[in-house]
């Protein structure tokens, strides 16, 4: 996924009201960017931090600039929840992950379960539908590791049971998961953090959900998944 025009950067000043971010441009200039992410961003808003941001040229926009990377722990990571399904998208298209190729339709956003809307549904006539869920992952305590989710998430449990009740359908269920950070090699699910979610994983995983992890390259000018990690305990 390449950005559509270079990324113009700053420090952050403060993020507020989850969707909004002050922050001083390297040209002096202060601005309020938009914040694409719902999360916590646990470690990841300490005012004077390095940020990239996206400039939108749509004049009905209250706030033209979106934040999309921040550096942390001496890497870059990238935050805006919305890019993982393109990023995921490539992955499958272009072969990484091999259990997922073959496909005949990829469709996107695609209405499942209860009130959900499943990220990617991969179609073949020949074979099940894989229900395929995305989740963006950007934190890290442990060098080399990172971790989801870095909250509380009752609709991330919500999607681990939907999947399995896919699964139980006659279907694939997978969760697939797209580290926006280089620096980490493997992925754990954070019970600390969030037990409902740890244990939703479990049950998910005994009733045959597949779980994949993605490390990404990121620049400022793109970012790109290049392989898969392993999921530990």
């Not at 916590?40 to 749509?58: A, C, E, F, H, Q």
């Not at 990172?146 to 939907?162: I, N, W, Y």
């Not at 597949?210 to 490390?215: G, M, N, Q, V």
Request: glycine residues 10%; contains cysteine; hydrophobic residues 35%.
């Amino acid at each position: 996924m390449i950005f559509t025009s270079p990324l113009v950067t700053g420090r952050l000043v403060q993020r507020y009201k989850r969707f909004l971010a002050d922050i001083i441009l390297d040209d002096g200039n202060p601005i309020t960017s938009s914040v694409p992410n719902t999360g916590s961003m646990l470690g990841l808003t300490d005012p004077g931090i390095r940020v990239w941001l996206s400039l939108s040229n749509d004049t009905k926009r209250k706030y033209p600039h979106t934040l999309q990377m921040v550096e942390a722990q001496g890497t870059i990571v990238g935050i805006n929840t919305g890019l993982p399904n393109r990023i995921a998208e490539e992955a499958i298209l272009s072969g990484l992950l091999p259990t997922l190729t073959g496909y005949g339709e990829l469709k996107r956003e695609q209405k499942y379960g209860i009130n959900s809307r499943i990220d990617i549904l991969l179609h073949d006539g020949e074979r099940p539908s894989a229900y395929v869920e995305v989740k963006n992952v950007h934190f890290s305590r442990t060098n080399g590791l990172a971790e989801f989710p870095d909250s509380p998430t009752a609709r991330g449990a919500k999607h681990l049971d939907e999947l399995g009740n896919m699964v139980e359908s006659g279907h694939r269920g997978v969760m697939l998961y797209v580290i926006q950070r280089g620096d980490c090699d493997s992925l754990k699910i954070c019970g600390d953090l969030d037990p409902i979610y740890a244990a939703a994983f479990e049950r998910a995983m005994r009733r045959g959900v597949e779980a994949y992890a993605l490390k990404c390259h990121i620049t400022p000018t793109g970012i790109a998944a290049i392989s898969t990690m392993p999921i530990i305990d």
